[in-house]
């Protein structure tokens, strides 16, 4: 694994990177050599609360942010990402990716 991967997963799981075991598809002409196979939907999901419904119809962004952030506790798109990589379901890299979240 690249030292980049493992700082990316170092922000979600801590001093447990290296006790999971990471994917790496070797490609082959049933996947066009991309090493995948099928797809899986990797979300997040903001619940329409009424303190969130406020929050949206504020005039200041970052107030909406806020509320948001408390009302997912921390379940983001980035989070649910490593637990497919965690469970062997997708490659570091492509969650990586797919959460447009290269920085930690």
Known sequence: ????????????????VSDHHYLHGRGCAQCNGTGYRGRTG??????MT?????AANHHEPANFMRVAQAQM??????RHAVALVVA?????LEAMRISNQFES
């Open 50 to 54: 009424e303190q969130v419904a406020h």
């Open 1 to 16: 694994m690249k030292p980049t991967e493992q700082e990316w997963l170092r922000f979600e799981l801590g001093d447990t």
């Open 88 to 92: 062997g379901r997708t490659t570091v």
């Open 73 to 78: 506790a921390g379940e983001t798109l980035r």
């Open 42 to 47: 990797v979300y997040e999901m903001l619940e």
